[in-house]
């Protein structure tokens, strides 16, 4: 609703206006002229017979490839977020600190809480008719999570965090129990 002002009275300045008297009623939408060319853009666009079948076909086609490129889009987002992680990972350093247990705990959560949110991430792309195949953009989204936690599981063994070496198991090592034990060599 657009108001018009009205000037107060002269004890204040000439540019103060009073807002909440409306002198004129406000526009609607038709009233306004339409700007140079307009007509032209929305016939080429299709905007004035969305009615007709070839519009509407054109415009559910063009919907759907947008939709598709949307779903390929989130589904290089964590390629995107990788190069920036892997190199927050190396200014870490092999040390043991705060700074370094919670980059490397992030670079393994994100991807984990990404690969069991997929179903929720891609939902929004999700076609009743089924044109739009999100296989694809799923595998890649998997993929690449899978590659973003095996670089943080790769950061956690270089920090000795994993047990990978045989030393790491030596708490499970059965020993054999000795029945008899002599000082004199057989």
């Known amino acids: 609703m657009t108001t018009t002002a009205t000037p107060i009275s002269s004890k204040y300045s000439k540019w103060s206006f009073d807002l909440a008297t409306d002198t004129k009623p406000s526009r609607t939408k038709n009233e306004y002229a339409a700007p140079p060319g307009m ?3 929305r016939a080429n666009e299709g905007l004035d017979g969305m009615n007709a079948k070839g519009s509407s076909k054109g ?4 919907l759907v490839s947008k939709k598709k490129s949307q779903a390929m889009g989130l589904a290089m987002s964590p390629g995107k977020q990788m190069a920036m992680n892997a190199f927050m990972l190396w200014m870490s350093g092999k040390n043991l600190n705060m700074f370094s ?5 992030t670079a393994i959560m994100s991807p984990i809480m990404a690969i ?3 179903g ?3 939902e929004q ?3 009743p008719t089924q044109k739009i195949d999100l296989q694809m953009p799923k595998l890649i989204f998997l993929g690449l999570n899978l590659v973003w936690l095996c670089i943080g599981l790769y950061k956690m063994s270089n920090m000795r965090l994993l047990p990978t070496t045989s030393a790491d198991w030596v708490g499970y090592i059965v020993w054999k129990d000795i029945k008899e034990s002599s000082s004199v060599p057989i």
Not at 59 to 62: G, H, I, K, V
Not at 101 to 105: A, D, E, K, L, N
């Open 101 to 105: 247990i919670s980059i490397t705990s």
């Open 116 to 118: 069991v949110g997929m």
């Open 39 to 41: 007509a032209q853009v």
């Open 59 to 62: 415009m559910s086609e063009a």
């Open 120 to 122: 929720k991430s891609f």
């Open 125 to 127: 792309f999700q076609d």
